[in-house]
Nanobody, 121 residues
Framework: QVQLVESGGGLVQPGGSLRLSCAAS????????MGWDRQAPGKQRELVAR????????NYADSVKGRFTISRDNAKNTVYLQMNSLKPEDTAVYYC??????????????WGQGTQVTVSS
């Protein structure tokens, strides 16, 4: 079994910062891309950021470019999302995901349970 456990969400004022973490554990042979999505109330889920297995390629939603930074620590099977200059419209439940192999040539997508981020004064 594989688990993704997120942490670091909470309430922050506009202009503030938060750092989300997501650690993968369980029977893991290899981890490919990792990333973060978010879903605000009444809105569709959207991609926030994604990072390649080696960490050399990253992709961001236009709405977060220049403010959010995704990174990973492969030794810890962990992906991070540093969020700066937060805006009220960043309020959402943030979900991490990872493309994981539990045995050679067997890959699946896995998702965390979500962590709430609220940006409000």
């Amino acid at each position: 079994q594989v688990q993704l456990v997120e942490s670091g969400g909470g309430l922050v004022q506009p202009g503030g910062s938060l750092r989300l973490s997501c650690a993968a554990s369980g029977t893991i042979f290899s981890i490919g891309y990792m990333g973060w999505d978010r879903q605000a109330p009444g809105k569709q889920r959207e991609l926030v950021a994604r990072i390649s297995s080696g960490g050399t390629t990253t992709n961001y939603a236009d709405s977060v470019k220049g403010r959010f930074t995704i990174s990973r620590d492969n030794a810890k099977n962990t992906v991070y999302l540093q969020m700066n200059s937060l805006k009220p419209e960043d309020t959402a439940v943030y979900y991490c995901y990872a493309y994981i192999s539990t045995q050679p040539r067997v890959w699946s997508d896995y998702w965390g349970q979500g962590t709430q981020v609220t940006v409000s004064s």
